[in-house]
């Protein structure tokens, strides 16, 4: 008898997502920056300490954001790992920017921080660091580089909403950062977003950008007594109803890290004695890191091996994924001058990770069941 189907991931609910959804219709304010909208702004720019936090409709537009507020303009060169997600510098490139690849940490798989200062030339205008698996960047380092030589960070924190650097909130160290609500995060509606705006002085044009380039905020707040085009933008805000879905899973966040939190320390246990009689490598979260629990992955020692566990999984009706593909070996990254070899363990990563079954209403037994097949293979 073959078992029941294990997903890679599942979209999951709180509970009152429909109930406030029906409380969004009834309001009668279903387009962007209704009352839902303004409750989830409070809980980000509570959690984050973000001086203003946007919705938007994905993390992507909220990349796209960024690179307008900075003004990124064509030849300038954007720092970003070789191992992310492709609207992480796309968001840059359509301004016309340079993708320059770094390198990661073996360890957290984050940007290598010590690669930093040989990237960087008279025409780096940003850096953007992404929070891999929801764990910190070394990002004492990388604003300590980035302020000699005056360098916009911008954090992609699509992963690392509620983790913790030194204490101090993903998404509140760069001058922005950027989170995803999509379908495979933590925290959802679907599709969504946000900007977390950090540098008071980005603010109103941040307003403005997501605002198709009008001043309609400020009209909306009485500030100005008619709006009007003042600079580029485009529509970047999430409708209301999508911002009541948000705001049940925003309510529900510390039940959702709770049980994912409870979800990572399983897989540890569960494969801690396999991973060393295998030379698996398991995650490393640093001491001063507190994570965010996105994701549990494990690097099997060659590409060969990796893809014969996924096999094994898959006929065990068991879904694992490997992760991203090196953009600086993608169609795009080449004709930046990307190349076999320019970063090694971007390289190594990507052929040798893989992400186990991971979402909000995993059942126990069913992690268990992955756990005992993951350690009747033999490396
Ligand atoms: C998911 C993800 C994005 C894109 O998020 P969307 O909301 O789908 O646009 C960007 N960067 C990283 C690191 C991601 O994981």
């Known amino acids: 008898m073959t078992e029941e189907f294990i997903p890679f991931n599942k979209a999951c609910f709180e509970g009152k997502e429909l109930v406030y959804i029906a409380k969004s219709i009834e309001n009668g304010h279903i387009s962007g920056d209704g009352p839902f909208t303004k409750q989830c702004h409070a809980i980000l720019e509570k959690e984050t300490g973000a001086h203003k936090a946007l919705l938007t409709t994905s993390c992507t ?32 490139v359509l301004r016309g920017a340079k993708p320059i690849f770094a390198d990661i940490r073996p360890d957290t798989l984050n940007l290598d921080e010590t690669q930093l200062e040989s990237l960087i030339t008279p025409r780096t205008r940003a850096i953007v660091p992404v929070h891999y698996a929801g764990v ?67 603010c109103d044009r941040a307003e403005i950008i997501r605002e198709k380039g009008t001043n309609r905020s400020r009209f909306f707040r009485g500030m ?27 309510e529900g966040k510390d039940h959702i890290q709770e049980h994912r939190s409870r979800i990572w320390d399983t897989y540890s246990d569960g494969l801690s004695s396999w991973a060393v009689s295998n030379g698996v490598r398991l995650p490393i979260v640093p001491e001063h890191c507190q994570q965010a629990y996105h994701m549990f992955y494990i690097l099997m020692p060659n590409l060969e091996r990796r893809q014969a566990l996924i096999a094994h999984l898959k006929k065990n009706n068991i879904l694992s994924v490997f992760h991203y593909l090196p953009l600086h ?31 909000n209403e995993l059942r126990h037994e069913d992690q268990l069941r992955v756990i005992d097949v993951i350690r009747e293979f033999r490396v």
Request: charged share 15%.
């Open 329 to 359: 070996l993608s169609d795009m990254g080449l004709k930046f001058g990307g190349q076999a070899g320019l970063c090694p363990v971007t390289e190594k990563v990507s052929d040798t990770l893989i992400r186990l079954p991971f979402y």
């Open 224 to 250: 100005v007594d008619k709006y009007t085009w003042v600079d580029i933008g485009s529509s970047y805000l999430m409708s209301d109803i999508l911002a009541a879905f948000l705001y049940a899973q925003l």
């Open 61 to 92: 537009h909220a990349l796209e954001m960024t690179a307008i507020l900075l003004d990124i303009q064509p030849g300038d060169e954007v720092i970003v790992p070789s191992f992310t997600f492709v609207s992480t510098i796309n968001a840059f």
């Open 136 to 202: 910190g960047c070394e990002m004492d380092t990388i604003m300590q580089v980035a302020n000699k030589h005056n360098i916009a960070v911008v954090e992609d924190n699509a992963h690392g909403l509620f983790g913790l650097y030194r204490g101090r909130p993903l998404g509140s160290i760069g001058c922005m950062a950027t989170q995803s609500f999509h379908e495979t995060k933590n925290i959802t509606c679907g599709e969504g977003g946000a900007v977390l705006i950090n540098d008071p002085v980005l």
